[in-house]
């Protein structure tokens, strides 16, 4: 499967478009299911959990003005720790994966330039990997006094917006834009950076959509399990 990186989001501060509004909706799948993802974070950069928690909030927030629920599952970042099952369910598209990066992880990434905060991979199939580097986004915030859980928050959502849009392209206005302005960041720190509306309708689409592969690959794996002889 072929796989590109979406061009990741890179911080500045032009005083261009200011973000725009996201419906609020809670749509229910053909099932009467509601909208939902699950978000297996790895934190390797070792963020503080308080913090880390908060900038959970924060997209969660966003993701739910868009009208898709989340849960989060803290992956172990070690062999030796504990394993969760969970956190191994790959090949669920309703499973996406977030890895918050160190500078001493990020800096060996080759194809992601310096001004870099937060990629995401996007490929042929329904793509569930998302990459925060941590390291800058704290930085950034430091220099431009930002609040880094509202940042760090607004970066996720901005990255998994990338994998349930199921593209590289960046808009010219609000959340889904590459580069941040100054008033964007006013917005972030107000938790109006947000979807739009067009994007919002196009993610609650793709989430019933991998929420129906989902289903159709339990429903096979249910099906070679029956076929399976017993001893």
């Known amino acids: 499967m072929k796989t590109k990186l979406a061009s990741g ?5 032009l005083m261009l478009a200011n973000a725009s509004g996201a419906a609020h909706t809670s749509p229910l799948t053909p099932n009467n299911e509601r909208v939902a993802i699950t978000i297996g974070v790895y934190n390797y950069a ?3 959990s308080d913090l880390l928690f908060e900038a959970q909030q924060t997209a969660a927030a966003i993701l739910l003005k868009a009208g898709v629920g989340a849960s989060w599952l803290s992956c172990p970042t070690d062999h030796a720790s504990t394993r969760i099952p969970a956190c191994a369910a790959t090949a669920d598209p309703t499973h996406l994966t977030l890895r918050i990066l160190p500078d001493s992880m ?7 330039s310096k001004d870099m905060i937060g990629f995401a991979a996007i490929g042929e199939g329904l793509s569930c990997n998302a990459w ?3 390291d800058r986004a704290r930085d950034f915030a430091a220099r431009r006094q930002l609040t880094l859980a509202s940042l760090l928050g607004s970066a996720i959502a901005h990255e998994l917006g990338h994998l349930l849009l199921g593209d590289s392209f960046h808009s010219k ?21 947000v979807f739009s509306v067009a994007e919002t309708e196009r993610i609650q689409r793709a989430v019933i959509a991998r929420r129906q592969a989902s289903s159709a690959i339990n429903a096979e794996v249910l099906s070679s399990d029956s076929r399976t002889p017993r001893n």
Request: zero cysteines.
């Open 132 to 134: 925060i580097l941590y």
């Open 9 to 13: 989001l890179i911080l500045s501060l």
């Open 46 to 48: 070792h963020a503080k």
């Open 106 to 112: 990020s800096s060996r990434l080759r194809l992601v």
């Open 173 to 193: 206005a609000g959340l889904m834009r590459a580069r941040w302005s100054g008033k964007d960041f006013l917005a972030m720190e107000r938790d109006e950076l």
